[in-house]
């Protein structure tokens, strides 16, 4: 079992840049595949980003490719989410979530039930 909180979301102006933290306890987070999730209001939680137990290995959703970077720091058990170029479309809560299957299927399906512990979210607010 692990412990997720996210931590970094705020009110920005488009253009603008935020960095969201998922800080892990109760397990390393190194034993787990670690994905970001968003939910905006009226609308399914969607896949945005996942990364691999050794951090080799990333996936983004094509909307954020080029803007958002997910990296992680096993020794601090945390993973980030820099976000930068921020549009209105991204203001969403941003959750992070840990998955114990192994990489390939995570990435083959990039399922939000292949996730089983979630954090509670952060939101993230873009203005035009």
């Known amino acids: 079992q692990v412990q997720l909180v996210e931590s970094g979301g705020g009110l920005v102006q488009a253009g603008a840049s935020l960095r969201l933290s998922c800080a892990a306890s109760g397990r390393t987070s190194s034993t787990y595949v670690i994905g970001w999730f968003r939910q905006a209001p009226g609308k399914e939680r969607e896949f945005v980003a996942i990364?691999?137990?050794?951090?080799?290995?990333?996936h983004y959703v094509d909307s954020v490719k080029g803007r958002f970077t997910i990296s992680r720091d096993n020794a601090k058990n945390a993973v980030d989410l820099q976000m930068d170029s921020l549009k209105p479309e991204d203001t969403a809560v941003y959750y992070c979530a840990a998955s114990s299957f192994i990489w390939s299927t995570v990435l083959a399906r990039q399922r939000i039930t292949d996730f089983g512990s979630w954090g509670q979210g952060t939101q993230v607010t873009v203005s035009s």
């Open positions: 990364i691999s137990r050794s951090g080799s290995s990333i």
